[in-house]
T-cell receptor
Framework: DAKTTQPTSMDCAEGRAANLPCNHS???????VYWYRQIHSQGPQYIIH???NNETNEMASLIITEDRKSSTLILPHATLRDTAVYYC????????????FGKGTTLSVSS | DAGVIQSPRHEVTEMGQEVTLRCKPI?????LFWYRQTMMRGLELLIY????????DSGMPEDRFSAKMPNASFSTLKIQPSEPRDSAVYFC?????????????FGSGTRLTVV
């Protein structure tokens, strides 16, 4: 599976949009981009995923560049409860695979 | 739905003792995963099962660690003998299938401290 690169940490003001980047320059055609987050002391939580089109759900939006070498997770109106570690994972969904977590980005939302 | 249930939530044990962590996956899920998290190493995949069969145990650190899934509703992770470096938070997760990475549901974790 392709490796990902994320900034170690980011800050965001409450109410503003949080844009979390992820580089995955070695992604292959059948690999998806998944985002999970982990709030302190809890297990990771699924946020969103995509292949090549932009995706949106009630939690966030995912923007994938046309060459698929990078993506951005957008939390449109960050709240204090969005403070967490955000993981970008590239994986080919097939039998015998499992999510492998990197270091992620620690997002700190402040008032 | 009660989610993935792990027990105990906290465990403190002495070095050399046997430790057993337990996990009840979500009913109907057929894949189960054990992860370990430390500050130094982050979130590591230890082992996962599909339809109660171990698929990949390459993440199990050494022979002191063993995992079983005797049926679809229960799994254990055992450490024997335990060592201080095993101190970590151990997470169990389940999903409908390994084909659905977005469908992982994690438990609340077991915080293990070996003194």
């Amino acid at each position: 599976d392709a490796k990902t690169t994320q900034p170690t940490s980011m800050d965001c003001a409450e109410g503003r949009a949080a844009n979390l980047p992820c580089n995955h320059s070695t992604i292959s055609g059948n690999e998806y981009v998944y985002w999970y987050r982990q709030i302190h002391s809890q297990g990771p939580q699924y946020i969103i995923h995509g292949l090549k089109n932009n995706e949106t759900n009630e939690m966030a939006s995912l923007i994938i560049t046309e060459d698929r070498k990078s993506s951005t997770l957008i939390l449109p109106h960050a709240t204090l409860r969005d403070t967490a570690v955000y993981y970008c994972i590239v994986i080919r969904p097939q039998a015998g695979t499992a999510l492998i977590f990197g270091k992620g980005t620690t997002l700190s939302v402040s008032s | 739905d009660a989610g993935v249930i792990q027990s105990p939530r906290h465990e403190v044990t002495e070095m050399g003792q046997e430790v057993t962590l337990r996990c009840k996956p979500i009913s109907g899920h057929n894949s189960l995963f054990w992860y370990r998290q430390t500050m130094m190493r982050g979130l590591e995949l230890l082992i996962y099962f599909n339809n109660n069969v171990p698929i990949d145990d390459s993440g199990m650190p050494e022979d002191r660690f063993s995992a079983k899934m005797p049926n679809a509703s229960f799994s254990t992770l055992k450490i024997q003998p335990s060592e201080p470096r095993d101190s970590a938070v151990y997470f169990c997760a389940s999903s409908w299938d390994t084909l659905i990475p977005g469908g992982y549901t994690f438990g609340s974790g077991t915080r293990l401290t070996v003194v």
